[in-house]
C-alpha cells in the first residue's frame, strides 16, 4: 500500500510528465473556484485528526505490483458486469443493461482508486455536469454502445429551483435512469484542501442532501475537484464512507477545444501509461459540458476498437470496455485514508470469460470494415 508521500511523489511526476507532453491529466492546474460556503450537516462524525498538508496535487496511478485478491461485482442488483459489450451479432438481440448500485453503496469505504493496471480494462468517467446541451448526447452515445460511465456531479448544478437548473436536474435522473453510476464532485467545484471544516462540510454534506433530494439517495463515490487532496480531507472523506474515485486516463479537455485534440492527448497518454508504467487500462477523464469532449467520446472508443484489430491480429488481450468501477475497488480495511489502491489484478478466467466473446465481436467487425 503506498503512504502518503509516495502518493504525492508519484502525483507531482505525474503532472511534471503531463507538462512535457503539452496536455495535463488532470484537473490539477485549474484555479480554485469561489467557495459558497453552507452550513454543515447535522450529526456529523468528525475525521480523525490528522495535520493539514497542504494543497494536493493531480494523482498519478500506482506502478504494478503488488497483486490484491480481485471481487468481482456480485450478480445481485450491485453493479454486475455483463460478460460482453458493443453492438451484438447480426440477428442476435443486444442483451439489456442490467440494474445497478448507481451511487456506489456497495462499494464504500474503499482506498483511493486511479484505476491503473497491467489489463486493458477501460471505463469512462465524465465530471462537472450535468450539462443541457451535451449530456442528454453523451447518454445517446453511450446508449448505443451498451456502455455505462462514471459520472461525477457538481450538485448546485442540480439544486436550484429555476427552470433552468430543474432541467439538468432531470438529466441527472436520467442518468441513473439509464444504469450509470452517480458520485459526488461536490457542491461547487471547490478545491477542498483550501477549504476550512465548516466550508468542506458545506461541500460535501450539502451535496449529498441535494442528491438525496433530487436522486433518492446520497452518494458514496467522490472525486475531489482537480484531484487535489491532503491526508486532513482523505481522512474526512473517509469518515463519511466515501470511496475516492480518481483516474489515470487524463484527456486534457479542459485545456483545449477541439475533439481532435482531446483525442491525441488521450492516445498519447494511455501510450506514455503503457510504455513507463505497465498500465494498459483504467478510468478516463472527460468533461460532459464540454461539446469537444463529447464529441471526442466515441472517436477515443473508436480508436481503442480499431487498435483491436491490430491487436486481435497479434493474439494479445483487447481493450475491454467495462461498466462497474467494482473492477477497481479495494475494501480500505485497515489502511491509511490516503493509501491509493494497488492495481487490481482479476483472475485468468475472469479475464478469459470476457476476452473470448469480445475477441469474436473484434473478428466480426474488423472483417466487415476490411471489406468496405
Given amino acids: 500500500m503506498a503512504s502518503f508521500g509516495t502518493r504525492l511523489t508519484l502525483r507531482v511526476m505525474l503532472c511534471v510528465g503531463a507538462l512535457g507532453l503539452g496536455a495535463a491529466v488532470a484537473h490539477a492546474t485549474r484555479a480554485p473556484q469561489t467557495e459558497r460556503p453552507r452550513a ?103 446508449a448505443a454502445r451498451q456502455m455505462r460511465a462514471l459520472f461525477f456531479v457538481t450538485a448546485s448544478r442540480i439544486a436550484g429551483r429555476s427552470p433552468y437548473e430543474r432541467r439538468l436536474a432531470d438529466i441527472a435522473r436520467d442518468i441513473v435512469r439509464r444504469g450509470h453510476f452517480v458520485g459526488s464532485h461536490t457542491m461547487d467545484h471547490a478545491q477542498l484542501p483550501l477549504l476550512g471544516s465548516d466550508a468542506l462540510a458545506g461541500q460535501i454534506v450539502g451535496a449529498e442532501r441535494v442528491f438525496l433530494a433530487e436522486l433518492g439517495q446520497r452518494p458514496f463515490l467522490v472525486r475531489p ?78 480508436w481503442l476498437e480499431q487498435r ?38 482479476p483472475s485468468p478466467r475472469w479475464i478469459e470469460a470476457r476476452q473470448a466473446p469480445l475477441r469474436v465481436r473484434t473478428a466480426q467487425r474488423c472483417s466487415s470494415t476490411a471489406q468496405r
Fill in 40 to 142: 454543515a450537516g447535522e450529526g456529523l462524525s468528525p475525521p480523525p485528526s490528522v495535520p493539514p498538508r497542504g494543497r494536493g496535487v493531480a494523482p498519478a496511478a500506482p506502478s504494478p505490483g503488488g497483486a490484491v485478491r480481485f471481487m468481482p461485482p456480485q450478480p445481485s442488483g450491485h453493479g454486475p458486469i455483463a460478460a460482453s459489450r458493443g453492438p451484438a451479432p447480426a440477428g442476435v438481440a443486444p442483451a439489456p443493461i442490467p440494474a445497478t448500485d448507481p451511487f456506489g453503496a456497495s462499494i464504500r469505504a474503499g482506498m483511493v482508486v486511479t484505476g491503473g493496471g497491467p489489463h486493458r480494462l477501460i471505463m469512462f468517467s465524465f465530471d462537472d455536469g450535468p450539462d443541457h446541451r451535451w449530456t442528454p448526447r453523451l447518454l445517446d452515445d453511450l
Fill in 225 to 302: 475537484p482537480g484531484g487535489s487532496s491532503s491526508p486532513r480531507i482523505d481522512a474526512w472523506l473517509a469518515a463519511r464512507g466515501y470511496t475516492q474515485m480518481l483516474w489515470n486516463l487524463g484527456t486534457g479537455d479542459y485545456q483545449v477545444r477541439t475533439a481532435d485534440e482531446v483525442v491525441r492527448t488521450f492516445q498519447r497518454v494511455l501510450e506514455r501509461r503503457e510504455r513507463e508504467n505497465g498500465e494498459r487500462g483504467g478510468i478516463v477523464l472527460l468533461h460532459d459540458i464540454h461539446p469537444w469532449s463529447v464529441e471526442a467520446f466515441p472517436r477515443i472508443v473508436g
Fill in 308 to 345: 483491436n484489430c491490430e491487436l486481435l491480429r497479434r493474439g494479445e488481450e483487447l481493450y475491454d470496455f467495462v461498466d462497474d468501477p467494482a473492477v477497481f475497488f479495494v475494501p480500505r480495511a485497515d489502511a491509511s485514508a490516503s493509501d491509493t489502491a494497488p492495481p487490481v489484478t
